[in-house]
């Protein structure tokens, strides 16, 4: 399972024919507003690994995985990486308030 469709790109380009990727948040969605729906928590009960963008980007991301019950692994796709901050005074308004200091969550985006 992964929380947007760049991420699941990536992801497949990782695992291969080894992995069967789903990505909850389609190419022309916008992860920023997405809400789950109930077959979306469905899909992540029965996953066994979530991939997610781990810089807030998918802030919906901890709450539908307790809501799931998801007890599967999860991998923050952007552990690890020098982030890059936000411009300075750049207004992303309401749906752009990821709440990390600063650090530009769009990484993979």
Do not use: Y
Not at 95 to 106: L, N, Q, T
């Amino acid at each position: 399972m992964a929380s947007f469709s760049i991420v699941a790109d990536m992801t497949r380009e990782i695992g291969g024919d080894r992995v069967e990727v789903v990505s909850l948040v389609g190419p022309d969605q916008d992860a920023h507003v997405f809400q789950p729906s109930p077959s979306d928590v469905k899909k992540v009960a029965g996953a066994k690994v979530f991939v997610a963008n781990g810089l807030g980007l998918d802030g919906w991301m901890g709450r539908l995985t307790k809501s799931a019950g998801f007890r599967g692994v999860v991998v923050e796709a952007c552990k690890g990486i020098r982030t890059r901050m936000a411009p300075e005074g750049e207004e992303h308004g309401a749906a752009h308030d990821h709440g990390h200091d600063g650090v530009d969550p769009h990484a993979l985006a």
